[in-house]
């Protein structure tokens, strides 16, 4: 007698069956697993631009644009160096303005970068532990709603990330490969990540660390070693650059906003709440037309 909330056994042609459909997919993950991974890029990518748009910039975006929206690169970095952040990601925004300065357009840079970090992510997990653990790794980067968010704000995270998988993925191909060329491009992208936000200091550490394990461990070739020591000495000397340049000096700073006096950078985003407040009513957003009725923007 069968008992009441119990599933019914499958029958062996029930599990034939299943097991073989199992088995089909799984066959057709494994031959268009790329095809799976850019269909998957695309619904992130779309899902990034439908967060990026229909909201005003926040104080953190706004002083962002705010320190970018200078006459010159000159003017671009000396402002910069009054925030906690390297100038890459400002001189990004500096020409990417002159394309357009609309909330969606000022958030595209990120957009887009977030969308090659999951293709760059996908092709690194793919490399190190396979199609199936690369679609699973590739569909928490490009669907969890934290990293949806990430992509969809005027900040450097994303630029960051992408630097930093970059950086991870060549290094990678540098060893199988035993290409000098790409462990070079590996310590580019590293610099890059660093020039875009300090987080990336950690990083860069950590990385090469495990550089130069895998080195010792796998004895890598003179060039792989000479291109990779090269690669390091240049990290090294950038990241005492930044400290004595920026790092050291950010304390006690101040932003010159255009039109008005010079404001302490801790005290840059209340200044902002009254033109938030303006937008719409919420100290949080701040929209572009009334940063210019403010005279925060010329």
Request: aromatic fraction near 12%; hydrophobic fraction near 55%; glycine fraction near 6%.
């Amino acid at each position: 007698m069968s008992q009441t909330g119990c599933s019914r056994p499958l029958v062996p042609d029930e599990q034939e069956s299943r097991r073989a459909l199992s088995n089909q997919f799984e066959s057709w993950l494994e031959t268009h697993s790329d095809f799976a991974a850019i269909m998957i890029v695309g619904i992130g990518f779309v899902a990034r631009l439908e967060a990026a748009s229909g909201t005003f910039l926040n104080p953190d975006e706004a002083l962002h644009f705010l320190v970018a929206n200078r006459a010159s690169w000159a003017l671009v970095y000396k402002a910069s160096l009054t925030t906690a952040h390297p100038p890459l990601f400002i001189f990004v925004l500096y020409w990417w303005r002159h394309l357009g300065t609309s909330e969606l357009m000022l958030r595209l840079p990120s957009v887009i970068a977030g969308a090659a970090f999951c293709w760059i992510f996908f092709q690194w997990l793919k490399g190190i532990f396979g199609k199936t653990v690369g679609l699973i790794g590739l569909l928490f980067v490009a669907l969890l709603p934290a990293m949806i968010a990430l992509s969809a704000q005027v900040r450097q995270y994303e630029l960051m990330l992408l630097f930093l998988i970059s950086a991870a993925y060549l290094l990678e191909r540098a060893f199988i490969e035993n290409s000098p060329w790409r462990m070079l491009a590996s310590s580019a992208c590293l610099d890059l990540a660093m020039l875009t936000h300090y987080s990336a200091f950690l990083f860069a550490a950590t990385l090469g660390i495990y550089a130069a394990l895998r080195m010792v461990r796998f004895r890598a070739s003179a060039k792989v070693a000479i291109a990779w020591a090269s690669g390091e000495i240049g990290s090294v000397g950038l990241a005492i650059f930044l400290y004595i340049s920026h790092i050291s000096k950010v304390k006690g700073m101040a932003i010159a906003i255009p039109g008005k006096t010079r404001v302490p950078v801790i005290l840059a985003r209340p200044t902002l709440i009254p033109v938030a407040t303006e937008s719409c009513g919420c100290p949080n957003h701040i929209s572009i037309q009334s940063m210019r009725r403010h005279g925060f923007l010329r």
